[in-house]
């Protein structure tokens, strides 16, 4: 069997997570995919995939070929791709998600894109879970945090941080906040998918790490709810700094704990880890990229 195929053929099946969806993107038949693995493995001598009735799963050996592959694969994909990119155009639909929060430095972008390229219909999609880019067919997403999937690709756009908020009526009736450890007895407005649950992570000017287990009356995936309660003085506020920026020059919220850093995250572009990037994806990407810096002044 043709190795190229073989390859793209193996590294399919890792990222659907089996052979009947990778026969299903590939459009082949499941027969044919495993016989493309099994090409494989028998050549190297070696086992890349655990096989069950319910799942597949990549062996040690087989991550290592994988990692490897995949980058012999893109670079292969680049070299085609980018001779042809100065006459590509794009076109076509871009399909992609992205979250609720920064839909306000994404539309402008979005509005000059398509005047670039008329050619090209954007599908946006906008909420908190967590997709499967392959699965739903989104050529990518643009999110606050990386994703949990190692097997997809993400682009960093821009480093951001949280701010520790709360409203000044908050403050004023109950016990100061001089280090992190008060906010254990505070009620804090909890999001759902802040990468460390429930511990939330500060650093002190000497870049030392200083965490703390909190609680609070409310958990939830919208981040603006979370900012209407503090702007109602029901709790403390561990915010997106692109979130609350206009709350904290109105003084509806004030800053806490200043001589204390959150962790810093990045918005990232997000897309499968595939061998070719259509130019209509890429080029977006680009652009965002290149917007997002003149937003970084609201992101530090």
Not at 70 to 84: H, K, M, R, T, V
Request: with cysteine; net charge neutral.
């Amino acid at each position: 069997m043709d190795r190229l195929t073989s390859l793209q053929v193996f590294g399919r099946v890792v990222e659907c997570g089996g052979f009947s969806a990778a026969a299903r993107r590939l459009n082949m038949s499941v027969t044919m995919v495993g016989n493309h693995i099994q090409s494989l493995e028998d050549r190297l001598g070696v086992r890349l995939l655990n096989r069950t009735t319910r799942k597949v799963s990549l062996t040690e050996t087989g991550k290592l070929y994988y990692e490897r592959s995949s980058q012999i694969l893109a670079d292969l994909e680049e070299a085609d791709s980018a001779a042809g990119a100065a006459t590509s155009t794009p076109r076509g639909t871009l399909k992609f998600y992205t979250s609720t929060h920064i839909t306000r430095f994404l539309s402008p972008v979005i509005s000059e894109y398509l005047s670039l390229y008329p050619s090209v219909t954007i599908d946006l999609n906008i909420g908190e879970r967590m997709i499967d880019l392959i699965e739903e067919g989104y050529d990518l997403a643009i999110r606050t945090t990386m994703p949990p999937d190692s097997s997809l690709v993400a682009r960093r756009l821009t480093p951001w941080r949280h701010v520790l908020v709360c409203s000044p009526d908050y403050i004023r009736r109950h016990p100061a906040v001089t280090a992190p450890a008060d906010l254990a007895s505070h009620n804090c407005l909890r999001y759902s998918y802040y990468p460390y649950g429930d511990d939330w992570r500060f650093f002190t000017e000497a870049e030392e790490q200083v965490s703390v287990r909190v609680g609070g009356n409310i958990v939830t995936t919208s981040a603006e709810t979370l900012r209407y309660m503090a702007q109602n003085g029901q709790g403390i506020f561990l915010a997106p700094s692109f979130l609350i920026m206009d709350d904290l020059v109105s003084g509806a919220l004030v800053r806490l704990l200043p001589d204390y850093k959150p962790a810093e995250f990045s918005i990232n572009a997000i897309y499968p880890n595939r061998t070719y990037l259509p130019t209509k994806t890429r080029i977006f990407i680009d652009l965002v990229a290149e917007r997002f810096v003149e937003h970084r002044k609201w992101m530090s």
